[in-house]
């Protein structure tokens, strides 16, 4: 099966860059995604890495480390709107399924 | 935005009666899903479909039943409801193919189900 650990809460200011860890134990998986989501809203698509290293998409940068079963995302110049639950999803192999972790909400303050 | 709608948007319902929620797209997208979310549990994957008449369970199916008559719509079914299954529902769309190397799914509103 496919397990996925990540801290349940991070807080940030404005400004700063944040990143969000997940580490995970699987049996075989094809990418890991981010996905956002907001208090009372549907998860949306962030970011997707396939291979290992950085990906950057604006303000918003995911890594994926296969040898060390992790990865992260890395938000930079941290807004208000970016107060929000973030999950990381392994892309299971053979199967167009996502297994997500329990997802991290970050608060960001003034 | 993806052309994912949900319905009903809310219920409420009692335990022991048969509870049928429907996610329609218009996306023409192959694959179909329906997660349940929790707190503390994240997104958990009930069903999923792979093209009309073609369905198979998550990691949390027991207790749910889903069809597909036709590729825009795919149908969630509580034939019992119990107080276990108050939770959020979303349905979601991707346009992968089996085995595909990537994949984005498109999430909808969400349904949020009160099982009393």
């Known amino acids: 099966g496919q397990s996925l650990e990540q801290p349940s809460e991070v807080t940030a200011v404005e400004g700063a860059i944040v990143q969000i860890n997940c580490t995970y134990q699987t049996s075989g998986f094809y990418g890991l995604s981010w996905y956002q989501q907001h208090d009372g809203g549907a998860p949306t698509f962030l970011s997707y890495?396939?291979?290992?290293g950085l990906e950057e998409t604006g303000r918003f940068s995911s890594f994926l480390s296969r040898s060390d079963s992790y990865g992260y995302l890395l938000l930079q110049e941290l807004q208000m709107k970016d107060s929000a639950s973030y999950f990381c999803a392994v892309l299971n192999s053979g199967y167009s399924t996502l297994t997500f972790g329990k997802g991290t909400m970050l608060l960001v303050s003034p | 935005d993806a052309g994912i709608t949900q319905s009903p948007r809310h219920k409420v319902t009692e335990t022991g009666t048969p509870v049928t929620l429907r996610c329609h797209q218009t996306e023409n997208h192959r694959y179909m899903y329906w997660y349940r979310q929790d707190p503390g549990h994240g997104l958990r994957l009930i069903h999923y479909s792979y093209g009309v008449k073609d369905t198979d369970k998550g990691e949390v199916s027991d207790g749910y039943s889903v069809s597909r008559s036709k590729t825009e719509d795919f149908l969630l079914t509580l034939e019992s409801a119990t107080s276990s299954q108050t939770s959020v529902y979303f349905c979601a769309i991707s346009e992968a193919e089996r085995g595909s190397y990537t994949d984005t799914q498109y999430f909808g509103p969400g349904t949020r189900l009160t099982v009393l």
């Open positions: 890495n396939a291979l290992d």
